[in-house]
């Protein structure tokens, strides 16, 4: 039932998006929030940054981590300040973020010898 009201709420913002971009929280503490239910039931790295799209943010690399970002380009937080490690979300898809430059991380979270991109 919960997951039907967050889905209903959740097209009801959507009529702005178009144009005007997607108004969506930027607050750690309200990002955490706003986006548990997607970093826990996504399938894969790609399903995850779907999903993250469609409400206006996506993953992308930053040193050796992953950070949160709009759209647009817009930084506004580590995924670990989100309650989401980096290498919680390698154990959870079972590979690392596709086209990290430190694959040294993925195999010491993911636990493989050898990982092949």
């Known amino acids: 039932m919960g997951a039907y009201i967050r889905d209903v709420l959740d097209y009801a913002v959507r009529p702005g998006e178009g144009a005007f971009g997607y108004k ?5 503490h309200a990002l955490q929030a706003y986006l548990a239910h997607d970093f826990a039931y996504a399938s894969g790295w790609d399903d995850l940054q ?4 469609a409400k206006g943010y996506e993953l992308a690399e930053r040193g050796d981590g992953l950070i949160l970002q709009t759209t647009e380009g817009e930084r506004l937080c580590k995924v670990s300040q989100i309650g989401q490690p980096d290498a919680a979300l390698m154990k959870q898809f079972g590979a690392p973020f596709r086209g990290h430059a ?4 993925a195999q010491k979270s993911v636990g493989q010898a050898t990982l092949t991109f």
């Open 102 to 105: 430190h694959t040294y991380l």
């Open 50 to 53: 779907d999903v993250l799209r």
């Open 24 to 28: 969506g929280p930027k607050q750690p």
